[in-house]
């Protein structure tokens, strides 16, 4: 028993070292994103709470979006169209376009007041 305790709290924090999320959310970043802190934003809304970022990576618009069908799903997100996704009552939208050096990610989570 002890042996799979050890082994899951090492799993744990190997898990938390190389997981990056953007600030108090649990919305994933790719190794090497670039958040642009000048288009960031967070305010509350009568029904809840909205956030938003944007950030860059020398990725592909097809590897981001391969990384964020993944990563999403693995944390319960469950895609509604190509750039949208639904868990319980949050939302989150991602527009992603190619750049002159990679790609550039626009992010607005909503979700209602908890």
């Not at 990563?71 to 750039?83: F, I, R, T, V, Y």
Request: aromatic residues 12%; proline residues 4%.
């Amino acid at each position: 028993m002890m042996k799979y305790l050890c082994a899951f709290c090492l799993l744990i924090s190997t898990i938390s070292v190389h997981a990056e999320f953007f600030g108090e959310t649990d919305i994933p970043l790719m190794d090497g994103m670039q958040v642009n802190e000048a288009e960031t934003f967070s305010f509350d809304v009568p029904a809840g709470q909205i956030t938003g970022f944007t950030v860059t990576t020398q990725k592909t618009p097809q590897e981001v979006r391969e990384f964020y069908q993944t990563a999403l799903e693995e944390l319960g997100w469950q895609q509604k169209s190509s750039s949208r996704y639904q868990r319980d009552q949050d939302e989150l939208v991602l527009q992603i376009t190619p750049a002159k050096h990679g790609t550039v990610v626009k992010v607005q989570y909503s979700f209602p007041n908890r």
